[in-house]
């Protein structure tokens, strides 16, 4: 017997047939990784999932500004002054862009660091999943609840309030990038702001109050023009005022352009604005962004 049949892991012994001379052993298959569109896809279900599943999140996100909508439109009364347009409306269409920014800057921000505190941030980081994917899911998700509450919100202002629909389809266009490039400028810088959060118990207390700061400045609660120019100077450097306008273009009359600061609604500075926080807020997550919490080993 030779030395090859006595082996117990031999051909021979085994009934297996021996490779045939000079042939090479084809390499142990791995299944592809998931790239970032199907990855993001799969997250996107996860998220969304996740947040409907989470009464807390979305009556908070939601029903936050409908809660707003509904208390201070029943005590707005009276004519703007210098226009024939009623206060009710141009609260109408400031609560509207406070309604993206709640959604997609402060329900962004706490989510993110709820989870880095938790660990979910860093395990994921460790997964094959394409980090980018991460934020796909999140954007999917922001936009999801972003059109629910925009939806709410002027359903409810429409049959309770009587705010009129776009009358042109220029306005209605402008209704649909001023809401989207608003919803990605926001998520950006609510995703860049998370990096300011340490903990997920101190999360509503570092976002809330740049929340509402925003809205008094930006032309939400009160007529713009009728603002203080030191206010008026600082919102102009954040996207709510500018989402604010563009939603005033859209629902009030064009006449309401001369209480404007500028004595226009200047929709093509909306947009610049916009998009440079977009860019800018994606600038800066991807320096600052943080993978673990200050808790998580």
């Given at each position: 017997m030779t030395l090859a049949e006595a082996s117990p892991n031999s051909p021979a012994r085994t009934g297996q047939a021996a490779p045939a001379d000079g042939a090479a052993r084809e390499p142990r298959r791995t299944a592809p990784m998931p790239g970032v569109?199907?990855?993001?896809?799969?997250?996107?279900?996860?998220?969304?999932?996740?947040?409907?599943?989470?009464?807390?999140?979305?009556?908070?996100?939601?029903m936050f500004p409908v809660?707003?909508?509904?208390?201070?439109?029943?005590?707005?009364?009276?004519?703007?002054?210098?226009?024939?347009?009623?206060?009710?409306?141009?609260?109408?269409?400031?609560?509207?862009?406070?309604g993206v920014m709640s959604t997609s800057f402060s329900g962004l921000a706490i989510n993110v660091a709820i989870e880095r505190d938790t660990g979910t941030v860093r395990r994921l980081a460790m997964t094959p999943m394409p980090k980018s994917a991460y934020f796909v899911g999140k954007l999917v998700r922001v936009v999801v609840t972003t059109v629910l509450e925009t939806a709410l919100l002027l359903g409810i202002a429409l049959t309770l309030f009587g705010l009129p629909l776009?009358?042109?389809?220029?306005?209605w266009a402008t209704l649909g990038w001023d809401l989207a490039l608003g919803t990605v400028a926001c998520a950006m810088a609510g995703a860049a702001y998370s990096a300011a959060i340490p903990n997920s118990r101190s999360a509503a207390a570092v976002v809330?109050?740049?929340?509402?700061?925003?809205?008094?400045?930006?032309?939400?609660?009160?007529?713009?023009?009728?603002?203080?120019?030191?206010?008026?100077?600082?919102?102009?450097?954040?996207?709510?005022?500018?989402?604010?306008?563009?939603?005033?273009?859209?629902?009030?009359?064009?006449?309401?352009?001369?209480?404007?600061?500028?004595?226009?609604?200047?929709?093509?500075?909306?947009?610049l604005v916009l998009a440079l926080?977009?860019?800018?807020?994606?600038?800066?997550?991807?320096?600052?962004?943080?993978?673990r919490g200050p808790r998580v080993r």
């Open positions: 569109w199907r990855a993001g896809a799969a997250r996107s279900r996860v998220e969304l999932r996740a947040f409907f599943r989470n009464k807390q999140s979305l009556v908070f996100t939601l809660i707003l909508l509904v208390v201070f439109g029943s005590i707005f009364s009276g004519k703007v002054a210098g226009t024939d347009t009623d206060l009710k409306q141009v609260f109408m269409a400031g609560i509207i862009a406070a776009p009358s042109t389809a220029e306005r809330t109050p740049v929340f509402m700061v925003l809205q008094f400045i930006s032309g939400v609660f009160f007529p713009f023009g009728q603002l203080p120019h030191w206010m008026q100077t600082t919102a102009a450097f954040f996207p709510v005022k500018w989402m604010a306008q563009g939603f005033r273009s859209v629902f009030l009359p064009d006449s309401f352009q001369a209480v404007e600061p500028a004595g226009n609604w200047e929709l093509g500075h909306i947009a926080w977009t860019l800018g807020g994606l600038v800066l997550t991807a320096m600052t962004f943080r993978w």
